[in-house]
């Protein structure tokens, strides 16, 4: 569990924080001390037990300092740069700032990061990295530029791993991130693109960071009030290519999407995190603690005085502004386990008494690979289901093992036999990475899709449509049931691809055909009806068939699901049968979507959907003749299906007269064709050669 004290204020002293809150707070070479750089011409050295500052420099009038002053624990000296390009060295005897050591860079500098056991490290803001000591030794150094025009760094933290320093900072250009790994070991620098996932137009608010022997574990909190998390390898498979890096949901809803004074996150362990802002739209700004582990909300502590957006922590100790002062919240987090996250945590143990592993070894195969060993051993595992999540995103993020499909395999078989035997556990994230791999099938695993269909998981169904090319007939079938039968509601909850479904709202053309009682479109006008009959009993104004024929009958996301099924294999023989067990009223929101499909297919010469991968011409006119051959008796005889069925018999009327004159057109293009080619020959012989044997 987690617990935050209570706070105290560092220091009664106003400090001359911006628009953006402070600078920075720092670690000083004792424990006890830290640096705090205002947003103007000060540094203040202060001490939290006893709760007052220590010692305080000023840079010159007119001067400003642009970077938080940092220690170098090698020299115990403070190091601080004003003016983008002017660095000052100086410690504890030191009064006036203009008196210490100066140096004048050649380029601006984004930040100086200084950890216990390296040298302090020079970031400049075009991405090139320097030490210090190599840096003062040359001030005036050429320094080259690693990032591109118009790319700005947003955050950037310095690690120690296997006792060597590594770099990590991240860049935002036009709205795409990009990170950058440097190994000082190696001298390697590597580049990823940081890929956002479906919510492509959120802005990154916050980045904090923890690292293990493999990976940078790179956590963003986002516009959409979600914290997402990257895992980073230590070890680049292939430096020298710009790699690209999806991002998983870490936690859903932390914080309000509108808070009003920014938000923070910060990493306090490899199970804790620290949330800054407002988790509801109309509360007031809340410090939380967050076991990611678990996703569970271990604590929090309303700031009525509100704060900057801006946090920091050390040891045991959160520093932020509240209100206009510097606070200090102390914190503890004991090891995570799952009997801590429920409250179920015992502080004592019986002698004797076996210990289980809190985790699995996904790194040694064992049995069926990763860990499951059997059926029996996996049910008396108690890892949380977020953990085992974590621990496959490391496999996947490797992918160094020669046998990777087959562990794959073996791996989504132990966990759906974990499913069938403890019905609550269904790690859905880890089954939704283990399918994108686009090693699986359905015949590998056919347990899948059975446990989602029970689950009525259209996410996943909808991933397996996309991804398994030998799905039987009667399991799409299944899926379509549910697809067409689940609510609306229910639908908004879910997060599926919408890749296929293109923008259905239309005003312009919708102005223009409301404003126009028949369009000709590629051979066929939805107002044109020949039947006297059906003009009687369809007896609505223009404008009204119009709305009706150019709304969708669903929602969008009800659209993407319907639409991987118009993708999927079948053969008509066997899909039929399954077809007939539909309920009437849903094959006939299916058809008034397919019939609203090729609507919007007329509209363009092309006869095609946009958007990516939507379904084709094709496709909607076999769906439209399955339906109808296996469900006609029962369609028709419903009322409210009446106007559809004819419009639909106006649909194949107007197919059929677009073919029949393109019929016309290739038959006069082939008599053009023949004309040309004898023209063409004219005066021309050949010889004839005839062997005798």
């Known amino acids: 569990m987690a617990a935050l004290e209570e706070e105290f204020t560092l220091s009664s002293v106003v400090l001359s924080a911006g628009p953006e809150g402070l600078l920075g707070v720092e670690q000083s070479d004792k424990t006890d001390q830290f640096l705090v750089t205002d947003s103007g011409r000060t540094v203040i ?26 220690c170098n624990f090698q020299t115990r000296e403070y190091i601080v740069v004003h003016d983008n390009k002017v660095l000052r060295i100086w410690n504890n005897e030191d009064v006036n700032l203009d008196k210490v050591f100066k140096a004048t860079l050649s380029a601006e500098v984004y930040r100086i990061l200084s950890v216990q056991g390296t040298e302090p490290l020079v970031l400049f803001k075009e991405g090139a990295v320097r030490g210090l000591e190599a840096l003062l030794a040359d001030p005036q150094q050429k320094i080259e530029t690693v990032i591109s025009d118009e790319e700005v760094i947003k955050w950037t933290k310095f690690f120690i791993v296997f006792r060597h320093p590594v770099l990590i900072f991240i860049t935002e250009k036009h709205g795409n991130y990009f990170a950058y790994v440097q190994m000082f070991n190696s001298r390697i620098l590597t580049k990823y693109t940081l890929l956002l996932g479906q919510d492509e137009n959120s802005v990154i608010e916050s980045f904090t960071a923890s690292v293990d022997r493999k990976f940078i574990s790179l956590m963003s909190l986002s516009s959409d009030g979600c914290i997402y998390e990257t895992l980073i390898p230590i070890r680049p498979t292939d430096p020298e290519k710009n790699q690209t890096l999806v991002r998983s949901l870490l936690l859903k809803a932390v914080v309000s999407g509108n808070t009003r004074n920014g938000v923070a996150l910060t990493a306090l362990d490899q199970d804790h995190i620290a949330v800054l802002g407002s988790p509801q739209a109309a509360s007031k700004e809340c410090l939380s603690v967050w076991n990611i582990k678990f996703q569970t909300l271990q604590t929090s502590k309303e700031l009525p005085q509100g704060t900057s957006g801006q946090l920091w922590y050390y040891g045991e100790n959160l520093f932020m502004l509240h209100g206009k002062s510097l606070t200090v919240i102390p914190y503890k987090c004991e090891v995570s386990s799952l009997a801590g996250a429920l409250g179920k945590l015992k502080h004592g143990q019986d002698p004797g008494t076996h210990v289980m592993p809190r985790f699995v070894n996904w790194e040694t195969p064992q049995g069926c690979g990763l860990g499951f060993q059997n059926s029996e051993q996996s049910r008396r595992i108690e890892d949380s289901e977020k953990h085992i999540e974590v621990e496959v995103r490391k496999f996947l993020a490797l992918k160094q093992t020669p046998d990777f499909h087959t562990v794959i395999g073996d791996t989504v078989t132990g966990l759906l036999e974990r499913c069938k035997a403890e019905p609550s556990f269904y790690p859905r994230n880890c089954l939704v990475q283990l399918i994108q791999t686009h090693v699986l099938s359905y015949s590998l695993c056919p347990d899948l899709m059975e446990i989602a269909l029970i689950k009525k998981d259209v996410q996943l169904l ?28 229910s639908l908004q909850e879910t997060d599926v691809s919408m890749e296929s479904v293109f923008d259905y709202s239309n005003s312009v053309h919708d102005e223009k055909m409301e404003e126009q009682t028949e369009i000709l479109q590629n051979g066929f006008s939805p107002e044109e009806d020949k039947c006297s009959n059906c003009d009687q009993e369809l007896n609505k104004k223009p404008q009204d068939k119009t709305k009706e024929s150019t709304s969708c009958p669903v929602v969008p996301k009800r659209a993407a699901l319907l639409n991987a099924i118009l993708h999927s294999a079948y053969s008509e023989t066997f899909l039929l049968p399954y077809l007939k067990d539909i309920p009437a009223q849903h094959i006939t929101l299916f058809l008034k979507y397919l019939y609203f499909l090729y609507l919007k ?10 958007g990516i991968h939507p379904p084709t011409l094709n496709q909607i006119m076999d769906w439209i003749c399955l339906l109808l051959d296996a469900n006609f008796t029962v369609v028709v005889m419903m009322p409210e299906a009446k106007r559809l069925l004819i419009n639909l018999y106006k649909l194949v009327k107007s197919q059929i007269s677009v073919y029949s004159e393109l019929n016309k057109i290739e038959v006069s293009f082939r008599e053009l064709q023949k004309l040309n080619q004898e023209k063409n020959n004219r005066g021309l012989y050949s010889i004839e050669v005839l062997e005798l044997f």
């Not at 010469?605 to 946009?610: K, W």
């Open 462 to 489: 909808q991933l397996c449509l996309q991804q398994f090319p030998d799905i039987p007939e009667s399991v799409t079938c299944a899926c379509l049931k549910i697809f067409l039968s689940i609510g609306d509601d």
């Open 45 to 70: 050295l202060y001490k939290v037990s006893d709760q007052k500052p220590l010692g305080s420099w000023s840079v010159k009038q007119g001067q400003i300092i642009t970077c938080p002053a940092v």
């Open 601 to 610: 297919c007329s509209e363009n010469a092309t006869m095609t959907l946009p």
